[in-house]
């Protein structure tokens, strides 16, 4: 049996989605796990993504070992390991899942004159929120105003800085990824800064 087949069974098997396999010098097979995730019905609200744990990798990785040795795959170390929080978006569902989320988008080609002068005619990354587009596309959402430094007081009476939006459709990414935004203050935190 192919590589790509037993290990496609065996973590599918075990509930979960490979995302990648790769091998690197010295022997070393990198497998990339993630949670399956479907769409929410119509009607249905969408819940929380479920993130891989060590257990996760760890449950993976013994059965992998068992299941490569009865095949006589032939490596020196398995790693098992999750997408990570800076993960290729590969697909359209990948979007999908991700919408409210803040993306790192790369662009095959510059905005050019379609940006009005809002933005560089030349550029092509962008960091803002994910949403779907009212012409059934993809936007993001962001604001070039630099963030406030720790500590940092904000004044009320301040003026947000306009919110500008990009709309996209898929084929014209280079590269989209979710963006590394690490909170050290907790699950709360996030959730009321985003209200």
Same mark, same amino acid.
């Given at each position: 049996?192919?590589?790509?087949?037993?290990?496609?069974?065996?973590?599918?098997?075990?509930?979960?989605?490979?995302?990648?396999?790769?091998?690197?010098?010295?022997?070393?097979?990198?497998?990339?796990?993630?949670?399956?995730?479907?769409?929410?019905? /119509?009607?249905?609200?969408?819940?929380?993504?479920?993130?891989?744990?060590? &257990?996760?990798?760890?449950?993976?990785?013994?059965?992998?070992?068992?299941?490569?040795?009865?095949?006589?795959?032939?490596?020196?170390?398995?790693?098992?390991?999750?997408?990570?929080? &800076?993960?290729?978006?590969?697909?359209?569902?990948?979007?999908?899942?991700?919408?409210? #989320?803040?993306?790192?988008?790369?662009?095959?080609? /510059?905005?050019?004159?379609?940006?009005?002068?809002?933005?560089?005619?030349?550029?092509?990354?962008?960091?803002?929120?994910?949403?779907?587009?009212?012409?059934?596309?993809?936007?993001?959402?962001?604001?070039?105003?630099?963030?406030?430094?720790?500590?940092?007081?904000?004044?009320?009476?301040?003026? /947000?800085?306009?919110?500008?939006?990009?709309?996209? #459709?898929?084929?014209?990414?280079? #590269?989209?990824?979710?963006?590394?935004?690490?909170?050290?203050?907790?699950?709360?935190? &996030?959730?009321?800064?985003?209200?």
């Amino acid at each position: 049996m192919a590589l790509q087949q037993v290990v496609q069974q065996t973590v599918s098997g075990l509930g979960y989605e490979l995302v990648e396999i790769g091998h690197s010098a010295g022997g070393v097979l990198r497998v990339t796990i993630d949670v399956p995730w479907q769409a929410p019905q /119509p009607g249905q609200e969408a819940q929380g993504v479920r993130s891989i744990t060590v &257990d996760d990798c760890e449950a993976v990785t013994r059965q992998l070992q068992f299941a490569l040795e009865v095949e006589g795959v032939d490596y020196q170390r398995l790693e098992v390991s999750s997408p990570g929080i &800076d993960r290729l978006l590969r697909s359209e569902a990948d979007l999908q899942r991700f919408i409210g #989320e803040v993306v790192d988008l790369t662009l095959k080609a /510059p905005m050019g004159a379609a940006a009005q002068g809002q933005v560089a005619a030349n550029r092509k990354k962008f960091r803002g929120r994910l949403a779907r587009g009212e012409a059934g596309g993809w936007q993001i959402a962001w604001s070039d105003a630099p963030a406030p430094k720790p500590g940092q007081r904000v004044g009320k009476k301040r003026e /947000p800085a306009p919110l500008q939006v990009l709309g996209f #459709e898929w084929d014209e990414l280079r #590269e989209a990824r979710l963006a590394p935004v690490v909170n050290f203050k907790g699950r709360g935190a &996030d959730a009321a800064a985003r209200d």
